[in-house]
């Protein structure tokens, strides 16, 4: 497939996320994820710890925060700042790219939350 | 967990993502799936059958094609017209929820293929 073989050799100027190879894709999974889009949106309120995260979101265990906290900061969306401190203090707060994508994934969780009372009326017809 | 109980209960005005028994975070995760966002902002293009978005999304298996448009189906986001001819003939559009779903996604997704050589830069600093 020509598009995995340009993004295979780093040889474009626009990912395209139809492609399987292409880098975009991955990032795109990273921050659509179950909980990517949650911590991600919750963040626009602002810089939050760890435990914040955990109780702001409802259902997340600990271990899906984390990881899901690393691939967002290895994709450049969250900084992570640790104050080295005992017990630990860290904190968690949106990387301009991150604040980008986190401002047009709020657009279409608002957009859903608003629809959701007509979107069920649709379902139950 | 009081927004759980308002959930359950349906007796809400507007969805909340970050409570998990709404359900609105169901719908969410279905239009944000690995798959789920690629065959909507596909689907913008217009009507397709199956096998032209199994070609269009390289990588996507036809068991998770199939799963995902049902999915989909369920959220009233796309439309399925079954033509019941031998042999299949099968389409898919977006219904006006799906439109709009599939507009959001498509800008986060343009502009993280837009953004992707500036991301790839940063990961690599």
Redesign the interface.
Known sequence: ?K??EIYSEKI?????????A???RA???H????WG??IL??LRQGTKRFSELRK????MSERMLSQTLQYLE???MIHRQDFQTVPPHVEYSLTP?GQ??AD??Y???D??????????K??NR
Do not use: H, R
């Open positions: 497939m598009n995995n474009y100027e626009k990912g395209n996320v139809m492609a399987s292409c880098p975009s990032i795109l999974q921050i659509t994820s179950k889009v949650l949106v919750i702001e979101i409802d259902g290895q994709d450049k790219f980008t994508a047009k994934l657009e279409l969780v957009w859903l939350e608003t629809t959701l009372p007509e979107i069920e649709g379902q």
